[in-house]
């Protein structure tokens, strides 16, 4: 597994990391914990040193199935969490708001410890801009926990380039996590420009478009109840059918290049910067060796040229998330 650097920070980790989440959560019914500790254990032995989870996924009980996984494994790994959503710590949900408060930070650093049995964690992202509080006081919140050896690098997810910069004056970013993939390319005209100035690194979530860039989803897919995309409108009938012409251009790269619509969806990724560290998500194991071998795929200058334009000419339909989730983005 080849090795990148998150920006200037000097955290080095696998080219693609293992996005968590949906072991738990997000996309329908958890997983058997037996299969995904077998699973993320597999991951290590496949080269893969980044796994990526967050006190809101459950909330809790995907920190406790990555320490559980992990912990064995804790001198070979990278493992980053977030903070930042309200949780009522009697019943164990969402109260739907944000929650970035210093002491709240604190408290749930000291939590995230506990159930990933770690005594330092390597990546502490600010899940989302919290308005209410400046991010000023979030960084030196953070600065303090890196100052006890308590956390090891700062992160922002969804933040604008206004955050990153006022965030970054404080305490030095280390990357910054986004949604960013061939199905959404919002960051390119104004955020990636910045982290490369200031040094920090990018990891893309939903990097394979939560499924959809895997060709395996249409307009006759259902989802179960509990799955977010049921909710989410670029997951419509109408819009999956709109933008099956992006899946059709992957299909055509991939035979190309012998490859699945997966690989040639990261490989894209990969290519745009040497920082850039993609996290797709999976709960089966043919699936994580398939996108681990995007790393081997190669598309040459006059590849990338080609798709670009491509891509270009396809009008793509439906928001990414939620009017309500997308309110709290690019803060």
């Known amino acids: 597994m080849q090795k990148r650097l998150l920006g200037k920070s000097g955290l080095e980790v696998s080219a693609l990391g293992l996005g968590c989440m949906g072991m738990s959560s997000g996309y329908g019914p958890a997983a058997g914990k037996a299969e995904m500790v077998k699973l993320m254990r597999a991951a290590v032995e496949l080269g893969v040193t980044f796994f990526d989870t967050a006190e809101v996924y459950g909330p809790f009980a995907n920190e406790e199935l990555v320490g559980e996984a992990l912990a064995p494994l804790r001198d070979k790994v990278v493992i980053a969490t977030k903070f930042g959503f309200g949780i009522n710590y009697q019943t164990g949900e969402r109260t739907g708001g944000l929650d970035s408060r210093p002491e709240h930070i604190r408290q749930v650093a000291e939590a995230s410890l506990k159930r990933l049995r770690t005594d330092v964690i390597d990546l502490f992202y600010q899940h989302r801009v919290d308005p209410a ?14 100052a006890e050896g308590k956390v ?6 969804e933040a604008g380039v206004g955050t990153i910069r006022r965030a970054h004056a404080v305490q030095p970013v280390t990357a910054l996590q986004s949604e960013y993939s061939l199905w959404y390319r919002g960051p390119e005209a104004e ?18 478009g939560a499924g959809f860039l895997t060709g395996k989803i249409d307009q006759t897919t259902q989802f179960d109840s509990s799955d977010f995309r049921r909710i989410v409108p670029r997951f419509t009938p109408d819009a999956l ?5 992006l899946v059709d251009l992957l299909r055509d790269v991939a035979q190309r290049k012998k490859a699945a619509p997966a690989q040639i969806a990261l490989a894209w990724l990969l290519a745009q910067k040497p920082w850039i560290v993609p996290i797709p998500g999976t709960t089966k194991r043919h699936r994580l060796e398939e996108n681990l071998g995007a790393v081997s795929v ?16 396809i009008p793509l339909q439906g928001a990414r998330l939620p009017e309500s989730a997308l309110v709290m983005t690019g803060r």
Do not use: C, W, Y
Not at 191 to 208: D, N, Q
């Open 298 to 313: 190669e598309l040459t200058a006059d590849d990338l040229n080609d798709i670009n334009q491509a891509a270009a000419k």
């Open 133 to 146: 509080v400046p991010i000023e006081d979030v960084a030196g919140a953070v600065k303090d926990l890196i």
């Open 191 to 208: 955020v990636l420009p910045v982290l490369e100035e200031l040094g920090i690194g990018f990891v893309p979530f939903s990097p394979l």
């Open 152 to 157: 090891r690098h700062f992160g922002l997810s």
């Open 241 to 245: 059918a709109a933008n099956m012409a």
